[in-house]
């Protein structure tokens, strides 16, 4: 089973940016992540696979990256041009079957971290 661990998030103001990284152990094939805001349904926001395929939310392409370092068996979300509706709780995943399900169906997810805190403000 996997474990991950998020880590990077934080307070910033509107256009600036951050870099979460997640530590991974285990099958990390496909790997994404994705964000919940309070009241709010899980977003699929990246994800990668071991090829280096990548698929992106429309809401964050061309503003976020998603990369990994397999040597270190970490993956990252570079986050820029950050608007305050991108505030929320971050969380990276693991498992999916492939990277178009890793932003569109989440349920297919074999775990999940416990998340880093995301805030813009305007």
């Known amino acids: 089973q996997v474990q991950l661990q998020e880590s990077g998030g934080g307070s910033v103001q509107s256009g600036g940016s951050l870099k979460l990284s997640c530590a991974a152990s285990?099958?990390?094939?496909?790997m994404g992540w994705f964000r919940q805001a309070p009241g709010k349904e899980r977003e699929g926001i990246a994800a990668?696979?071991?090829?280096?395929?990548?698929a992106y939310a429309d809401s964050v392409q061309g503003r976020f990256t998603i990369s990994q370092d397999n040597a270190k068996s970490t993956f990252y979300l570079q986050m820029s041009s950050l608007k305050p509706e991108d505030s929320a709780m971050y969380y990276c995943?693991?498992?999916?079957?492939?990277?178009?399900?890793?932003?569109?169906?989440?349920?297919?997810?074999?775990?999940w971290g416990q998340g880093t805190q995301v805030t813009v403000s305007s």
């Open positions: 995943a693991a498992d999916c079957p492939s990277v178009v399900a890793g932003v569109e169906s989440l349920d297919d997810y074999g775990g």
């Open positions: 285990g099958d990390t094939r496909c």
């Open positions: 990668i696979d071991t090829d280096g395929i990548r």
